[in-house]
Structures are given as C-alpha cells and as structure tokens.
C-alpha cells in the first residue's frame, strides 16, 4: 500500500538554526500538505500546495517558513530561523484532490 | 469548513463495540466526513469516508442520516491497540483539514 514518508523522524537543533523537513508523498497525489501538532495540543494546518505553488497558507506559516517541490518526488518544509516554540511534531499529508488527505509518520524537531 | 462536536473521551473494555458520535450542523452540501485515529507520536491515519447513509470497511463502519448533521464511527470488538484519540472531520477534495481535540477513547482489558 502507497503510503507518505518523512525524513527525519527526529530532529534536534539550536534556536536560530535552519532546518528542512522532507516528505515524499504518494506517487500519483497533486496536492501537498504541511501540517504541525505542539505536544498536546491539535493538529494545526501549516500549507498547502498544488501545481507548483501554495494555495493556501495558516497564520502560522509566516516568513520564517517556504515548501519547495524540488523534483518529482519530494516535497520540503523549510524553517530558516527555527525558534523554541517551533518545537513540535509535523507531519505532511498528501491527496488527490477527490477524497481524503494520508499522513506520514511524522518528524519531531525540537529546538533548544 | 464546519465545525464538529465529539466526545472528549470514551472508555471501553476489549471485545465490545464502540460507537463514537460527531455533530456537525453546519455541513456543507459538497462536504463529506471523514474520521482519522492518531497514536501518540504518530501521524493521523485515515480510517474511513463518506458522505451520506452507511459506509464499511475492514476496520470500521460509519453511520450517517438523511440530514448529514451527524455522523457515528463504529469500530466491532475492540482490542487495547484501539485505544487512540479518534478526530471527525467535514470537508473534502483538496481543502486543508481542520482537526478539534478529538475523542480520547481508551480500551479496558
């Protein structure tokens, strides 16, 4: 069965520091998600992004954070000036725009 | 996007059926509902879909009437790996997913 995966599961860095979440999602999906969940807390919509560009950005999603499409299978979450309270799980989701949207495992960067 | 009610938690003993309940009143008529199950430190795992009477699948069954302003997710004789937070949700194609707190339901041996 197709399924999203993400690199890494686990990430550590310092505050101030740069990091790239990568996802491959399902081979055959147009449309990308990003979404984030702090410990405890809901599962928040970050991005999504389809044909190339986003389509649709939270709050959240300020200037410290870009998604890229570099090549055919991956899809990047960038954090350029990561800060403490980007520390949570973020996952990305993948669709083919007519049903439901499938979720990798995840990456859980923590920011010290 | 329509908001969703449910549970905060459920409890349940292994071999019984649970049925977990979601309102959703403002659904829209392109709107379809969608439960997903999360393990902690885990990604949100699709169960099931659909839009109006009764949907079934391997794991789960899915309730919803004629007026689609709620829905109730059935999972037969669950076992202790059930135990998870359950999230209804109401949208569909491509728009962005909007998760509540979702229903903790914990399985009893």
């Given at each position: 069965e197709p399924e999203v995966?993400?690199?890494?599961?686990?990430?550590?860095?310092?505050m101030g520091q740069e990091v790239i979440l990568r996802c491959v999602p399902i081979s055959n999906h147009l449309?990308?998600?990003?979404?984030r969940q702090i410990l405890g807390q809901k599962v928040e919509f970050l991005v999504s992004f389809y044909n190339n560009?986003?389509?649709?950005?939270?709050?959240i999603f300020d200037d410290q954070f870009s998604v890229?499409?570099?090549?055919?299978?991956?899809?990047?979450?960038?954090?350029r000036s990561t800060k403490l309270e980007d520390s949570a799980m973020y996952f990305c989701a993948s669709g083919s725009g007519r049903e439901t949207q499938y979720f990798g495992p995840g990456t859980r960067l923590l920011v010290l | 996007l329509a908001k969703t009610t449910q549970p905060i938690s459920m409890d349940s003993y292994e071999g019984q059926e649970v049925?977990?309940?979601c309102s959703h009143n403002n659904i829209a008529t392109n709107d379809y509902i969608t439960w997903y199950q999360q393990f902690p430190s885990q990604g949100p795992r699709f169960i099931i879909q659909g839009y109006k009477?009764?949907?079934?699948?391997?794991?789960?069954?899915?309730?919803?009437?004629a007026d689609r302003k709620s829905s109730t997710l059935s999972l037969p004789r669950v076992s202790l790996s059930d135990t998870a937070v359950y999230y209804c949700l109401?949208?569909?194609?491509?728009n962005k997913l909007i998760f509540g707190a979702g229903t903790r339901l914990a399985v009893h041996p």
């Open positions: 995966t993400q690199t890494p599961s686990h990430q550590v860095t310092q449309y990308f998600y990003w979404y560009e986003i389509s649709e950005k939270s709050e890229e499409r570099p090549d055919g299978s991956n899809f990047t979450l960038k954090i | 049925n977990i309940t009477t009764k949907v079934t699948n391997e794991v789960a069954s899915l309730f919803i009437p109401v949208g569909g194609g491509y």
